[in-house]
């Protein structure tokens, strides 16, 4: 392997381990419950859909949705695997995997699904241009998912 091979290897792998931290992180964020830090994961123009509502377009609209989103009391908790990841240049997409618990109404909520995102270069590193989340189901703990119908 010469050295620009080996350049090549090294700068892909170190941009996929970057994208993977940038979903870990907002993982992260999301369970300590830091709205506006999870909006700087995203490009100034970046968007998320959520699937709750509209989708949530800049990062100033997302700042204010995330803070409102990541209330206490619904102790979101995100755990991310599964990340595949397809490069391309400055700009690559990705799925990453989620398993989810919560709190609504004083029950324990279980869910699953994944995220459907694309990524781009800045000079800050690598931010989201976009993300959207796709859930599986989201129901209460003690009545279990099978037999129920995707959300």
Do not use: K, T
């Given at each position: 392997?010469?050295?620009a091979d080996l350049e090549s290897v090294v700068r892909e792998l170190a941009?996929?381990?970057a994208i993977r931290d940038l979903a870990c992180r907002y993982a992260h964020l999301v369970?300590?419950?830091h709205g506006r830090e999870m909006a700087e994961l995203f490009s100034e123009d970046?968007?998320?859909d959520t699937g709750l509502e509209d989708p949530?377009?800049?990062r100033g609209a997302l700042a204010a949705a995330f803070e409102r989103l990541?209330?206490?009391?619904i102790d979101l908790q995100p755990f991310v695997h599964n990340h595949v990841i397809d490069l391309a240049g400055d700009r690559a997409t990705g799925t990453a995997y989620i398993d989810l618990r919560s709190v609504q109404d004083a029950r324990s909520m279980i869910g699953s699904?994944?995220?459907?995102d694309e990524y781009i270069r800045t000079a800050g590193g690598w931010r989201f241009a976009s993300r959207r989340l796709t859930?599986?189901?989201?129901?209460?703990?003690a009545e279990g998912w099978a037999g129920r119908p995707r959300v």
């Open positions: 392997m010469n050295a941009d996929r381990d369970w300590q419950g970046g968007w998320m949530i377009h800049g990541v209330d206490p009391q699904g994944f995220y459907e859930l599986r189901f989201l129901v209460p703990l």
